[in-house]
């Protein structure tokens, strides 16, 4: 994941405003909307980066 990524969680778009590296290899993200969500690092979600043309 990486700031700007846009994820999908319960069929709500979620764009990544922060995300803070946790102690064994979680992550917490912090979206634009002000809700986290912490993924260890067993958690698995599907994502796909759009490549940006300039």
Known sequence: MQCGDVIQIGGQ?????????????????????????TMHARSRLIALRMMRKW
Request: proline fraction near 8%; hydrophobic fraction near 50%; charge should be neutral.
């Open 13 to 37: 778009p979620c764009r990544v405003a922060d995300l803070v590296q946790l102690p064994a290899g979680a992550k917490r993200l912090f979206f634009e909307s002000g809700e986290a969500l």
